[in-house]
């Protein structure tokens, strides 16, 4: 059963640029969340996608944007980078509606290291 | 909004011996509560939640932590440590449910000691 994967695993960007990172979840999950962890801080949550839609979102600018695709695979883009955005994007996948033990459990993918330049 | 507070940035134990990191949240009602790990360049694991009943719960690699409503937290301990839990601890919250998104604290990092 694979778990949740991210691609790439490292990236390096110049200020203005713009990035796409990708996410496939859990086998059988159908939420994507996706959050900013910024070197020697607790991740931040930017948003979640369920149905294709943004279910909720963070306090983050409108320069962080996603999409989540039928397969519930999901991307993250940042436009107009800036060197602030340099972190570790960690992607959680969940089930909404799960009456199992997993129940309101986010897993975590090994995240994609973002460097900014 | 919620807030997670992990009071402790650093934390040395040695190896064999007890460890209790600490977590206070801020919110008006129950959340349902969390404590993660993360090892150098992974993703966060999840060793245990809570969500309602018993106020000590039991997770993976010998964890537990207990809730405390009255002090708004919730405490991890394991009674002795190894030092592959030599890692970066974070405690989050979630007010609506374990879907949504979750709000971490700054974690604590753990240094064992042989």
């Known amino acids: 059963d694979a778990g949740v994967t991210q691609s790439p695993t490292h990236l390096i960007k110049t200020r203005g640029q713009q990035v796409t990172l990708r996410c496939s979840p859990k086998s059988g999950h159908d939420t994507v969340s996706w959050y900013q962890q910024a070197l020697g801080q607790g991740p931040q949550f930017i948003f979640q996608?369920?149905?294709?839609?943004?279910?909720q979102r963070g306090n983050f600018p409108d320069r962080f944007s996603g999409h989540q695709f039928p397969n519930y695979s999901s991307e993250l883009n940042v436009n107009a980078l800036l060197l602030g955005d340099s972190a570790l994007y960690l992607c959680?996948?969940?089930?909404?509606?799960?009456?199992?033990?997993?129940?309101?459990?986010?897993?975590f993918g090994p995240g994609t290291r973002l460097t900014v330049l | 909004a919620q807030s997670v507070t992990q009071p402790d940035i650093h934390i040395t134990v040695s190896e064999g011996a007890s460890l209790e990191l600490r977590c206070n949240y801020s919110y008006g009602a129950t959340p349902y509560l969390f404590w993660y790990v993360q090892s150098p360049g992974q993703g966060l694991q999840l060793l245990l939640k809570?969500?309602?009943?018993?106020?000590l719960v039991q997770g993976i690699k010998g964890f537990e932590a207990e809730f405390k409503r009255s002090q708004s937290s919730f405490n991890l301990r394991k009674p002795s440590v190894h030092w592959s839990d030599a890692a970066e601890y974070f405690c989050?919250?979630?007010?609506?449910?374990?879907?949504?998104?979750?709000?971490f604290g700054k974690g604590t990092h753990l240094i064992i000691q042989p």
């Open positions: 989050a919250v979630a007010p609506g449910g374990g879907a949504d998104g979750l709000t």
């Open positions: 959680a996948s969940s089930l909404i509606f799960d009456a199992g033990p997993s129940t309101d459990t986010q897993y």
């Open positions: 809570y969500f309602s009943g018993d106020t």
């Open positions: 996608y369920y149905e294709e839609e943004e279910r």
